[in-house]
């Protein structure tokens, strides 16, 4: 079984910076095939892709509103994978969770495509 915990939200002012971590607790191999992706949800939106990254670390893929200001990265030692965001807008407001995919490794930014979830971190962005 794959569990996840997020941590390092918060309350942040406009252009500052956060970094969310995404730790697994595994049983068996199940963490280095698995692809991890970060979404994100605002209040009375719908759940939406941030970033994401292979099994590997090799492939990576962003959502067009966070390209050039988010950066997401895994150490496998650690089973742990990180977003790293930067420039932040009120915008960027939201309850972010990781999510990880086993059966494909790839970075994909579609969450049915992750049957396992974290319990989310609140993100807020405001002056």
């Known amino acids: 079984q794959l569990q996840l915990v997020e941590s390092g939200g918060g309350l942040v002012q406009p252009g500052g910076s956060l970094r969310l971590s995404c730790a697994a607790s595994?049983?068996?191999?199940?963490?280095?095939?698995?692809?991890v992706g970060w979404f994100r949800q605002a209040p009375g939106k719908e759940r939406e892709g941030v970033s994401a990254?292979?099994?590997?670390?090799?492939?990576?893929n962003y959502a067009d509103s966070v390209k050039g200001r988010f950066t997401i990265s895994r150490d496998n030692a650690k089973n742990t994978v990180y977003l790293q965001m930067n420039s932040l807008k009120p915008e960027d407001t939201a309850v972010y969770y990781c999510?990880?995919?086993?059966?494909?490794?790839?970075?994909?930014?579609?969450?049915?495509?992750?049957?396992?979830w974290g319990q989310g971190t609140q993100v807020t962005v405001s002056s």
């Open positions: 999510a990880a995919n086993i059966e494909t490794g790839m970075p994909i930014l579609k969450s049915n495509e992750y049957p396992y």
């Open positions: 595994v049983s068996g191999p199940a963490w280095k095939s698995a692809a």
């Open positions: 990254i292979s099994h590997s670390g090799g492939a990576t």
